[in-house]
């Protein structure tokens, strides 16, 4: 896959920080099969989701990825619209689970991994930005992105595979 020109241009590179976060995003395996295998049944258009699990000192531990709605019908091959009635109603059913909604994701049809002026713009502080990066409907790979300490960029943040009883022995 050829990486589109925007993705060079100054204003794609500026959302990007120079350095990558000290945090990690611990992911289940489970849970990147559900974002790879979304992505490629939506392709070519964006889909979204949501990151369940915990905040932890490290950073993130995401132990599930629930695809919501892309309610965006008029570019959805290069944006999405979370659908708000589907964040609520998983953010009611996590309540007491002792997981929460701790990031999203999306994926990005026919381009990189990396996050776009877009997604700098609806970004939310403390929240893991996971993109799966899709090609003729085969997931080509998966990065981990968070807002800077300043909030104006967002910093790359290694993933790590973990199963769900690793997380519990971090």
């Not at 959302?15 to 992911?27: K, N």
């Not at 559900?34 to 000192?57: F, H, K, N, Q, S």
């Not at 689970?97 to 609806?122: Q, R």
Request: charged share 25%.
């Amino acid at each position: 896959m050829q990486e589109p020109a925007r993705f060079k241009s100054p204003e794609y590179l500026n959302v990007l920080a120079a350095e990558a976060s000290e945090q990690i995003c611990r992911i289940d395996p489970d849970s990147i099969r559900t974002m790879g295998d979304g992505a490629g049944r939506g392709y070519p258009l964006e889909v979204c989701g949501l990151l369940i699990g915990r905040i932890t000192p490290q950073g993130w531990e995401i132990t599930s990825a629930r695809e919501v709605p892309n309610l965006n019908t008029e570019r959805a091959a290069d944006r999405f619209i979370l659908d708000p009635d589907a964040y609520r109603a998983i953010d009611r059913e996590l309540q007491g689970s002792g997981t929460e909604i701790v990031g999203i994701y999306h994926s990005h049809p026919d381009c990189p991994a990396k996050p776009s002026p877009t997604d700098l713009d609806g970004a939310w502080d403390g929240f893991a930005y996971i993109i799966v990066s899709v090609y003729k409907q085969e997931m080509q790979d998966i990065r981990c992105w968070a807002l800077s300490p300043e909030g104006d960029k967002f910093q790359a943040v290694q993933i790590e595979n973990h199963t769900s009883h690793q997380s519990r022995n971090p």
